[in-house]
């Protein structure tokens, strides 16, 4: 009985080992770092073994669960350290290119995919993240051509209406988008940013609130969530409750052009100096506004 025991014991301090990966790096067991409805342990697990031991790959691990929490400038911190350390690796590089996209970082963003695009980790999202970045920077002929490439059979099915959108609707156009769509898209679908974006200024006041707190909810990390709650409390002027949240973003996420421009719009909009049109807003002094939230 004593021997079995032993055995037992020691079958699990081995389980709980880690291994190798291709490397010879050394990652946690699997099952610990399951992407899914425990990204928030994952996390907590990640970052105290990259406290003992960093590594590419544990960054990597870690980006794939800020990811699924939406916490996309994190993702994209880590990933550039995965890349730093091992440059051409496709898995970092893919991963990369669909969080540079996210981080409105569109040249990287298709640099990368450019390079996966040669590996054996191309697929069909690969090619449709190349078609959206080509329309959201106006090449309209590049963006045609990986359109063309994509069997939308091969794709997800969240995927599916993303290309679509690209395909028939131009998704870069967003009012013309969003006079189409029937229903709010789901959370974890990139439609769902359109659909706030157009919604503030047509839908509601309660229903919108309702509708972006119950989506910040679900993913309380993700900077265009955070981003469209603090413009409705500009909408509504409670400022002091704006700047808040744009702090909060700003721990999350890059300080991104559109960011930039959008507390610019909010810095004028506190003192009651808001332009006609928003893109009148985007002057070239966008440095007034990171000092002007720090005061609040």
């Known amino acids: 009985m004593a021997i079995r025991v032993f055995f037992l014991g020691c079958l699990f301090i081995w389980s709980c080992q880690s291994s190798p990966d291709s490397k010879g790096e050394k990652i946690p067991d699997q099952q610990a770092i399951s992407v899914g409805q425990q990204a928030e342990k994952n996390i907590q697990f990640l970052t105290l073994q990259l406290e003992d031991q960093p590594s590419a790959n544990l960054y990597y691990l870690r980006a794939k669960n800020y990811v699924t929490l939406h916490a996309y400038g994190l993702a994209d911190q880590d990933l550039e350290r995965s890349l730093r350390d091992n440059p051409g690796e496709p898995a970092y590089l ?154 909060q973003v700003l721990k999350v996420y890059p300080k991104t052009k559109s960011l930039q421009a959008e507390l610019v719009y909010f810095d004028l909009a506190k003192q009651g100096l808001l332009p006609i049109k928003r893109a009148e807003s985007t002057s070239d002094s966008l440095a007034v506004s990171s000092d002007s939230l720090t005061q609040n």
């Open 94 to 247: 893919a991963l990369s290119a669909q969080i540079k996209q996210k981080v409105e970082d569109y040249s990287t963003s298709i640099d990368r995919a450019k390079l996966v695009e040669i590996t054996d980790w191309n697929s069909p999202q690969n090619s449709l993240l190349l078609a959206q970045n080509y329309v959201a920077t106006k090449q309209m002929s590049l963006g045609r051509y990986y359109i063309k490439k994509i069997n939308a059979e091969h794709l997800p099915t969240l995927d599916k209406a993303v290309f679509k959108a690209v395909k028939e609707y131009a998704v870069s156009d967003s009012a013309r988008l969003y006079t189409l769509m029937d229903t709010k898209p789901a959370d974890e679908s990139s439609l769902v940013y359109v659909f706030y974006d157009q919604a503030l200024q047509s839908l509601a006041t309660l229903r919108y609130q309702q509708l972006i707190l119950s989506s910040l909810k679900k993913y309380p990390m993700d900077p265009y969530f955070m981003r469209y709650w603090a413009r409705f409390l500009v909408k509504m002027k409670k400022y002091t409750q704006a700047a808040l949240v744009y702090k």
